[in-house]
C-alpha cells in the first residue's frame, strides 16, 4: 500500500466557511417633538362669549386632552393639557370647586404613541349657550409630520348637551395640531364657558 502525505485543504485552495458575527442594527429613535409655525388661528366652535382668554402650551408641546367641570349648571372650570418634551403641563382656567364631576377627555401622549389633538367641537344648551359636552379628534405624530385622522376620538357630555352640537368645528388643516386654545366664556356669579376656538402648528418627531 502507497503513502499519500497529508496535504492541507488550504494549499489546495479551498475556502473554509466561518459563520458571519452578528450584526446589531442602532436604530435612532426619534423621542423629541419638534413644533414650527402653521395656520394660527382656526373658527370657534360654540358660542363667542363676553370675554375670552388665550392659553398657550409651552415650548414643544402640543394640546392632548381637556377636563371640565361645573358648578351650579355654569361650567366654570376647565385644564387643558399639554404634552410632549419634558414634563406633562397643565393649564387651568376658572373655578377650582366642584371637581367632584370632572369629565377628562385626554389622548395619552407617550414617546411609543406620540399624538396631539386636532379638532374640537363644543356641545352646548341651547337657551343660554353654556358649554355642555367636548369632542376631541386627534392624530399620530411621526417623523414625516402629523398623520392622517385614524379616527382617535373622545366625547364626553352632560345631560343637558341633549346632542345640541356646535355646526362649527374649529380644526386644524392637514399635517398640524393644536398648540394654543382661545376661550369663550360669559360672567356672572361663576364664569361659563361658551365657545372655543383653536391655534395650529405643524409637529413631527426628531431624534
Excluded at 392622517?148 to 355646526?167: A, K, M, Q, Y
Aim: some cysteine.
Amino acid at each position: 500500500m502507497s503513502f499519500r502525505p497529508f496535504v492541507p485543504l488550504l494549499a489546495l485552495g479551498a475556502v473554509l466557511a466561518l459563520p458571519a458575527a452578528p450584526v446589531t442594527a442602532q436604530l435612532s429613535q426619534a423621542t423629541t417633538l419638534t413644533v414650527s409655525s402653521g395656520s394660527g388661528w382656526r373658527s370657534t366652535t360654540g358660542h363667542p362669549g363676553a370675554r375670552r382668554t388665550v392659553i398657550r402650551a409651552p415650548a414643544g408641546k402640543v394640546l392632548t386632552g381637556i377636563d371640565f367641570w361645573e358648578r351650579g349648571d355654569r361650567p366654570c372650570g376647565m385644564v387643558f393639557r399639554f404634552q410632549g418634551n419634558g414634563r406633562d403641563s397643565n393649564e387651568s382656567w376658572g373655578c377650582t370647586g366642584g371637581q367632584g364631576d370632572r369629565l377628562q377627555t385626554w389622548f395619552r401622549y407617550s414617546s411609543n404613541a406620540p399624538r396631539g389633538v386636532r379638532q374640537v367641537r363644543f356641545c352646548t344648551r341651547s337657551n343660554n349657550n353654556r358649554m355642555k359636552g367636548i369632542r376631541l379628534r386627534a392624530a399620530p405624530i411621526s417623523v414625516s409630520g402629523v398623520g392622517s385622522d385614524p379616527g382617535l376620538f373622545l366625547e364626553e357630555t352632560r345631560p343637558r348637551c341633549n346632542n345640541n352640537w356646535s355646526s362649527t368645528v374649529s380644526g386644524c388643516p392637514s399635517g398640524e395640531v393644536v398648540t394654543a386654545v382661545r376661550l369663550e366664556y360669559d360672567t356672572g356669579s361663576r364664569n361659563s364657558a361658551v365657545g372655543l376656538a383653536v391655534f395650529c402648528s405643524r409637529a413631527r418627531m426628531t431624534s
